[in-house]
């Protein structure tokens, strides 16, 4: 399961990436290098997930860059990237990652993947 969030992080222009319970809990969170932009958590964060209704895939513009936001078995999937991000790759990575989790999810091995140390 690392290697789609290394092969995501690799991608040009990706800052980084989270995994967000649909509670709105921290499950992930991957930043590349010193990322100076790097997000806050807290209790509104649940109340954005909230909102989303069950939307499948949203994509986020703003003056910089892109929020690609990616519903999986157990929350939403956000990558942060910058302008020249190839979004077909990215959203690739995402199609070959997101049934290999749901598959995870079901044999129930995700608890050890996101233990933390």
Do not use: W
């Amino acid at each position: 399961m690392n290697n789609h969030f290394n092969e995501l992080l690799t991608l040009r222009d990706v800052k980084g990436l989270m995994l967000v319970s649909f509670e709105g809990q921290l499950v992930l969170k991957e930043f590349v290098g010193s990322f100076a932009g790097e997000p806050k958590i807290d209790d509104s964060l649940a109340l954005f997930i909230h909102s989303l209704r069950g939307a499948r895939e949203i994509e986020v513009f703003y003056e910089n860059g892109r929020i690609y936001i990616r519903k999986t078995e157990i929350g939403y999937l956000f990558i942060i990237t910058g302008t020249a991000t190839p979004m077909a790759l990215v959203r690739l990575n995402c199609d070959m990652f997101v049934p290999a989790m749901k598959k995870m999810v079901k044999r129930d091995k995700f608890k050890g993947f996101f233990k933390k140390n």
